[in-house]
DNA sequence: GGGCTCACG
DNA sequence: GACGTACGTGAGCCCG
């Protein structure tokens, strides 16, 4: 419908209902995470009102909410100190902007906003083109510089004072219609905004001398005739400046709009994006109420709270100016910036490196940061040239030596009094370890983040500020390069060092503010201060050490892979009647489902034939057709060594450090959503062992001369768990009498006495104890055990017929995801749990993950104490804790001490949950050892 | 770079 | 009543 005649626009002011919401509340804060809030809510139920009070016969057609984009527009050329003596913005106003215009598109009205315009001038643009076009106009404001615009269908109203403001009420106020209030505010001046009139006279004379001129160049042109001689003298004297107040002060209605009048037209709000909005906001009261207006149901309180990441963030008072980040290059510099950190008593810090490999990385440079915006970066190792053939190797000038900087520096990093902050710092500390610095003590962003959101979003650096901060930090990406051309950072100029680096400790420093009283807001103060703290100079030192891989043994089983893998490829391309390529899951399809037309060819979402092993096996099991029977069976061997070759004997050899000659992987502390650790580069943690042959892989990790290694793991930590948790009596009374859980299992499902019990009838009852730790399904369980689908709901109803405490944990569990938004494991750990909520097959994931979440974290959360514990267990022993496998934990010591050993860390895995939490089960912990893993597993 | 496959707990 | 499922990871390869 085009917009003209019969139209009535409304144009709400959305500056003035901020300020108006801002101060007419208290200063609120979000629940959850303390964001400041009130403005947006008062602003929301301002919105919400003026909805509900614009349904009637006199309802506008179309509506839009205007907002001013900038406090920097064409008025500050006209005149500088426009609006200048503005008090700054409270800082707990400005974060609160974005969602206010959240909220207006929430409520699905039209927001409007113009770079270098003020939602004054885009008001009075819009008035026009309506006014113009033949329609009414209503702006919601009481602002007087808004008056100008009144008259031909162009009312104001007064929200607050539920009034409306006509020529009137214009001329009550400025003594002029509204054609003329531009010359009085010209010739009054604002103090407001700093517009600056003629000294001495207010809107009283002003509209006195209007009145009797007419118009404001008459007057100036006649001012001389002017009696009173101070007024005279007033305006004379300040023509230019009163021109140039009324060029402030008048609203430009050629402002260029971007939009359609048409595009305005009301729109009832949809359910579906208002209430999911203010339920985040954590807006009880204005769900409910727009709920009721909607004629919906309002959705759960806190539900979306607590997943609710803080979604659009408090942005900073501050700004990050780059080219404020020092380049420190002289030691007397260096002086006064460790002079600083000794007056802070902590520093953020950053290290730029040449790898992302902290065991091969060399340093470049180090930033500091001891307050927010007061920033520098310390170059140390950058070289010159482009890193070409041709490039020098020599290091650039101006820069610090390393020795200069290690010499200033160490005292400060390994100082007990000041804290140093970094984000990931395992990573920073272990490039500072290897250059004989320890940093202590320590406090990581990344890891904070961890605590409170885990599962929430990830905890990167670039993810964290954009989050909250709401700044970009400038990408690494245009820096170093990509592909071939790529360069490391010791090739990145110094001037773009400085404001890359600098800005990255400038960032960590402002996020540790904000999360510090976060922290204790979310409630996992104790969980970051002993489950993730203290874990990073363990990791530190497993990693360092590294394990020792045997090369020789690894390319002997490499080569050996090699030919059988040959022999069975030619075997396979006779059967397969032709050469094509094993490795590709999309021939060999076609080749078993089209060429050889075997049955059971199911195609996936993309198009191809699945072939996993799944599939194989059951065609080399009863294939219908013998040369697809063999083909089957011998793609399944030859995947097996593929895999053990390229992933395992053939990649680990290129992990083997040059100078230590051994394998030191990385695990990453804040990647798995339940607490696990994750081990990358190369992963340790899935080094083969089910299989006979892949676990002969673990013959190459090995103890040098004189040494063992020690593997200590804890016996079915889950299910010990699992039994604690759901409080199963039968359970529990199994593992304190030592039984075989799954055998025991199976006796009380199956009723078959122990004595009478088979492997097969045992494996079943396995794999019902696993289904069950991982939220079981029928459909799951019956597809790891090959059995119909009824048969295998048939054994989890018996099985929560035998343990009725399963079914009630889970309903529970499941319960407390949907009320909180996340689970928790024994120690206080939060999973969260945002799509527990979830429409559709992501509901099942959800569920499942947030039933198995609280037992696999909980397990992790003990042999995090284990390890926490360790080296102060093991001291005094000739012994180095290696790696970790989520329930074991392998260590390397000399021959002898290895009782010693074994007691002492068994001790303390089987004690780790203690005092924190009373498990009513056991924990128990088996040992192995051998000169290597397979012979220690 | 996404999908498939497969190694581990 | 249908949907599409075991939980948590990382790495190598293929292929567009």
Redesign the pocket.
């Known amino acids: 419908m085009t917009f003209g005649k019969g139209c009535h626009l409304h144009l709400i002011d959305g500056s003035a209902f901020i300020f108006r919401a801002y101060h007419a509340l208290p200063p609120l804060t979000r629940k959850s995470d303390g964001l400041p809030i009130g403005a947006v809510a008062g602003f929301c139920n301002m919105l919400f009102r003026y909805v509900e009070n614009n349904k009637g016969p006199d309802a506008p057609t179309h509506v839009a909410v205007i907002f001013d984009h900038s406090s920097k527009t064409f008025r500050n050329e006209i005149y500088p100190a426009y609006k200048a003596n503005r008090p700054e913005l409270p800082e707990d106003l400005r974060p609160q902007f974005p969602l206010t215009r959240e909220a207006t598109r929430a409520f699905n009205i039209a927001c409007i906003e113009t770079e270098g315009y003020e939602a004054d001038d885009i008001i009075a643009a819009m008035s026009c083109k309506a006014r113009n076009a033949g329609g009414r106009v209503t702006i919601i404001s009481s602002d007087k510089d808004l008056m100008q615009l009144i008259g031909d269908g162009v009312v104001m109203f007064d929200a607050m004072k539920n009034k409306t403001i006509d020529r009137d009420e214009v001329f009550e106020k400025f003594g002029v219609g509204p054609d003329r209030v531009v010359d009085v505010q010209a010739l009054a001046g604002d103090s407001v905004d700093n517009v600056p009139g003629a000294p001495g006279i207010g809107i009283k004379t002003a509209a006195l001398l209007i009145q009797e001129y007419g118009d404001l160049e008459t007057l100036l042109a006649r001012a001389g005739e002017i009696k009173q001689p101070k007024r005279r003298e007033a305006l004379v004297n300040n023509a230019e400046l009163i021109r140039i107040s009324k060029r402030l002060v008048q609203l430009d209605c050629d402002t260029p709009l971007d939009f359609s009048l048409e595009s305005l037209e009301v729109r009832v709000p949809d359910a579906e994006v208002i209430l999911p909005f203010l339920n985040v906001m954590e807006f009880r009261t204005l769900t409910k109420r727009v709920a009721d207006s909607l004629k919906v149901a309002a959705p759960v309180a806190a539900l979306l709270t607590e997943t609710a990441a803080p979604v659009a963030t408090p942005a900073e008072a501050l700004t990050f100016d780059h080219a404020s980040y020092e380049a420190v290059t002289t030691p007397e510099a260096l002086a006064v910036w460790v002079a600083r950190i000794r007056e802070r008593g902590y520093v953020a810090f950053d290290t730029e490196t040449t790898s992302l490999d902290e065991m091969r990385a060399d340093l470049v440079g180090i930033s500091l940061c001891v307050d927010a915006g007061v920033a520098c970066y310390i170059p140390i190792g950058h070289r010159q040239g482009g890193g070409d053939l041709f490039a020098s190797d020599s290091l650039t000038e101006g820069q610090l030596p390393l020795a200069e900087v290690l010499a200033q520096l160490k005292p400060v990093l390994e100082d007990d009094a000041i804290l140093k902050i970094a984000q990931n710092m395992k990573y920073d500390a272990k490039i500072m370890a290897r250059l004989g610095v320890q940093v202590a003590p320590i406090a990581d962003t990344m890891l904070m983040s961890y605590a409170m959101h885990g ?1 929430l979003h990830n905890h990167g650096m670039d993810e964290l500020s954009e989050r909250y901060l709401s700044h970009t930090p400038i990408p690494i990406k245009p820096l170093l390069g ?1 592909g071939k051309s790529a360069v490391t950072f010791d090739r990145v100029g110094i001037a773009d060092a400085v404001k890359y680096a600098a800005e990255d400790a400038d960032v960590t420093l402002r996020l540790w503010q904000k999360f510090q009283p976060m922290l204790h807001r979310v409630g996992v103060t104790t969980v970051y201060e002993t489950l993730e703290r203290p874990l990073v100079p363990v990791l530190m030192q497993m990693e360092m050490a590294g394990v020792q891989v045997d090369r020789n043994t690894l390319s002997r089983m490499s080569s050996a892979f090699a030919q059988k893998m040959a022999a069975l490829e030619a075997e396979i391309h006779e059967l397969a009647g032709g050469p094509f ?9 076609e080749i078993l489902f089209d060429r050889l037309g075997l049955p059971g060819g199911e195609k ?13 096996e059951d065609i080399a099991a009863e294939g219908v057709v013998e040369a697809g029977r063999t083909l089957a069976a011998r ?2 061997d030859w ?2 060594l ?7 004997t ?2 680990l050899q ?2 083997i450090h040059p100078d230590t000659g051994r394998v030191h ?2 695990y ?1 502390i804040a ?4 607490g ?1 650790l ?6 340790l ?7 006979e042959e ?2 002969r892989i673990r013959e190459a990790f090995v103890a040098p001369v004189g040494r063992v290694l020690v593997s200590l ?2 016996s079915q ?2 299910l010990r768990i699992l039994a604690h948790m759901a409080n199963i009596p039968a359970l529990k009374q199994a593992f304190t009498d030592g039984l075989d859980i799954h055998a025991m299992t199976a006796s009380e499902m199956f009723n078959v006495p122990m004595a009478q019990m088979t492997s097969d009838i045992r494996r079943q009852a ?20 090959r059995i119909p ?1 009824a048969e ?1 709901q048939g054994f ?1 109803d018996r099985y929560f017929e035998r343990f009725p405490g399963i079914r009630a944990y889970m309903d529970d569990t499941i319960a407390f995801a949907k009320a909180n938004g996340h689970v928790q494991t024994l120690f206080g750990r939060k999973i969260h749990t945002p799509e527990i909520n979830a429409k ?2 992501g ?11 609280p037992i ?1 974290g909980t ?1 992790a959360d003990v042999i995090r104490r284990a390890m926490i514990r360790m080296p102060a267990a093991i001291a005094g022993l000739d012994a180095k804790m290696l790696l970790q ?4 934990l392998l260590f390397e010591v000399a021959e002898t001490d290895v009782e010693r050993l074994i007691t002492a860390a068994k001790h303390t895995m089987e004690t780790a949950a203690d005092p924190a939490v009373k498990l009513s089960v056991h924990l128990t912990v088996e040992a192995g050892q051998g000169p290597n893993w397979a012979a220690a ?1």
């Open positions: 599962g990509s390529n094993v490795g590709s899951p999309k021939q060999l399809g996936g979402k993309t198009g191809a034939y699945a072939t996993g092993a799944d599939v194989l793609v399944l995947r097996q593929s895999k053990l070759k390229s992933t395992y053939d990649a290129t992990h992987t990385s990453s990647g798995a959503n339940t696990r994750a081990s990358t580069d190369p992963n943690q899935n080094i083969p062992v089910r299989s892949g676990r793991d804890y930590i889950e396995k794999a019902i104890n696993f289904g069950v730790i991982y939220g079981i399904s029928g459909f799951g369980l019956a597809r790891n055990l689908r295998a989890i559709g097959p509901a099942g994931f959800a569920k499942r993950a947030a039933i198995n979440a696999q397990a496998v989520h329930d074991e597993h």
